[in-house]
């Protein structure tokens, strides 16, 4: 019997984590800078080095992140239709988790647009 688990909640949370890198290597930068905090920004980057190395990553970060994106996205079409189980405790749960798994996504997506516009758009908006 073919049910929903939490391998369809697996590709949703690590596109989350996968877009929180994109906000941390270029928007949160470029946030710091456009308010004036390039102070805060140094003491950040002297505190944690690694983000140095995120931001000249740039592309790889985005393009990982598009690839669980994308990968996410497919995981969460195949499941819109699956088959929860019998048992009412079971299908409620099955059913909890399609929405957050749902949410997840939704959230993965707007973070990693945020990403997208501070890394690639404004700059060549503002700059």
């Known amino acids: ?37 390039g102070a805060a920004l140094a003491g950040l980057v002297s505190d944690y080095p ?5 931001s000249e990553r740039k592309v790889e ?3 990982f992140a598009t690839f669980m994106l994308t990968f996410a996205g497919i995981m969460q079409y ?10 009412p405790i ?11 798994s749902l949410g997840i996504y939704i959230f993965s997506l707007f973070i990693f647009l945020t990403g ?4 690639f758009v404004a700059p060549k908006i503002l700059f």
């Open 1 to 37: 019997m073919t049910h929903f688990s939490f391998k369809e909640t697996l590709a949703p949370t690590l596109s989350l984590f996968a877009s929180a890198g994109t906000l941390i290597c270029c928007a949160l930068p470029a946030l710091f800078v456009t308010l004036g905090m």
């Open 61 to 63: 970060v985005f393009g």
């Open 50 to 54: 690694q983000l140095v190395w995120l």
């Open 78 to 87: 195949r499941a819109r239709n699956m088959p929860c189980p019998v048992d």
């Open 90 to 100: 079971k299908a409620k749960a099955c059913t909890r988790l399609r929405k957050i």
């Open 116 to 119: 997208v516009f501070f890394a």
